[in-house]
């Protein structure tokens, strides 16, 4: 074993310079090229120890800035529509619902991301760049093809989704206009799941930042500037994803130039990773068909409750968990890059540290949030209420409740790192079958409890289906055993 973190199976056989270690990983070389090494470190597992906590920090700081960027976008949308216009209540709600429809086709995509992140980050370990560039070329390929087919299915699409959740002129009027920007954001997904496939993080991050400064000020100006309101928030999201698709692609051009033209055709529609492609892809779109089932009936449970304040306390606190969530996610993405790494390289070593280590990262950050609900929980949900006449209400309301979401990052840091270890080995298999039994027990904890403790099943509904997620995706891998075996 070597000091460094690019050792034996590691190390390029070129001194790297500061930029390169800050931006690439380096892909393993054969056994051969071993005497390139370096010589060892006096304090062996120390240094490797430090350099597989610096893997991890390299990839989860900027996957966690990235995630950040986008409840800031919602955020500045919301009191754009505030603004603007002057029944209030009727923009927001307008915007609210256009938001929500195009979460639901990008939640139903995203699967592209986690297909190719997987399966790209594998062939990376194997140091094969040729089938990286083509996982490239092949998930760009039927990125575009989804995109296409959106914007020629838009108007029963449209239409369909406006009947369902009650829409009226104005959300009609910004979902028409927004539309355009599909193709980019699912072609985003492709990009995104491919560099972090490539152990990148920094690219996605400097294009999530970039899109949403974009967003933001041109939202400002259409809406206030051209008086447009939410439709020229809708332009604004065309403009902002389409100059992420852009710089994407002019990074992808001045960093990877030489990978592109490794393109082998025949291989890109070869049927028999098409297959595995499609078939891990398939397995995603269950999984988030189920995420999506239980989002929506925690609202519409919430909404259906007799003590109207319920729906907003519940709402209120979800957005607890959702900053929670994205924060962890950085971990999660982290995991999904090395374990894809390690498997590919066939290095067993490693992949368990960085398992370990991922866990042990989590589990710090769901230590700190923990402390951070206890203590803030009061003055946090005062900044989304304000000086409204019924804030105290919620508020005291919310103080019944605010346990589950302290529990929350218990029950939750491991399984969500959990869900970036399966990515990363494409073991969608077990994602599906544990987010199907865990959707199953969600319904039936709530269905058994509602009577007995009311919204306190709803929550208790919530929080075990993200531990027992976790649970049973530890028993279908055999203690991580099916992992391991993929690394041998």
Known sequence: MYGNFSDLKHTLPYKSTFFDTLFFARPPLRRKKARHALRPAKNVYLCAAMSMNREIIRLAIPNTVSNITVPLMGIVSTAIAGHWGIDTAATIGALAIGVQIFNFIYWNTSFIRMGTSGLTAQAFGRGDMGECT????????????????????????????????????????????????????????????????????????CTAITVNLIHM?????????????????????????????????????????????????????????????????????????????????????????????????????????????????GFAYAAEALTGRFIGAKD??????????????????????????????????????GDQADAGVVIET??????????????????????????????????RRSMMWSTGWYFASYFVLHFFIGNDALWFAFVSFMSVRGIIQFILTKHFRTLYKRAE
Request: hydrophobic share 55%.
């Open 134 to 205: 083509n996982m490239l070329v092949r998930a760009v390929c039927v990125a575009l093809c989804m995109g296409v087919i959106m914007l020629l299915m838009q108007y029963p699409v449209g239409e369909l989704a406006l009947w369902a959740m009650n829409g009226g002129e104005m959300t009609r009027d910004y979902f028409y206009a927004r539309v355009w920007a599909i193709p980019a954001g699912i072609l985003l997904f492709a990009f995104n799941g491919w560099y972090t496939g490539m152990q990148n993080a920094y690219i996605p991050m």
């Open 398 to 431: 919310a103080g019944h409740y605010v346990g589950w979401v302290i529990l929350i990052p218990i029950a939750g840091v491991v399984p969500f790192v959990m869900d970036g270890m399966m990515v990363g080995a494409t073991e969608t298999r077990v994602m």
């Open 348 to 385: 067993l070593p490693r992949l368990k540290d960085s398992m370990k280590k991922c866990c042990l990262w989590g589990i710090a950050l769901a230590v700190c949030f923990v402390g951070v609900y206890i203590v803030f929980w009061h003055d946090i949900l005062e900044l989304f209420v």
């Open 217 to 329: 000020c041109c939202s400002l100006w259409f809406a206030f500037g051209l008086d447009l309101g939410i439709v020229g928030i809708a332009y604004a999201s065309i403009i902002a994803q389409w100059t992420g698709v852009t710089l994407s692609i002019i990074l992808l051009f001045s960093f990877y130039r030489q990978m592109l033209t490794k393109v082998d055709w025949k291989k890109v529609l070869d049927l028999t990773p098409l297959k595995e492609y499609f078939k891990i892809n398939g397995d995603i779109i269950v999984r988030t068909f189920c995420i999506v089932m239980v989002y929506t009936f925690f609202t519409g449970v919430s909404a259906n409750m007799e003590d109207k304040t319920i729906l907003a306390v519940n709402t209120l606190l979800l957005q607890l968990f959702t900053l929670f969530s994205y924060m962890s996610d």
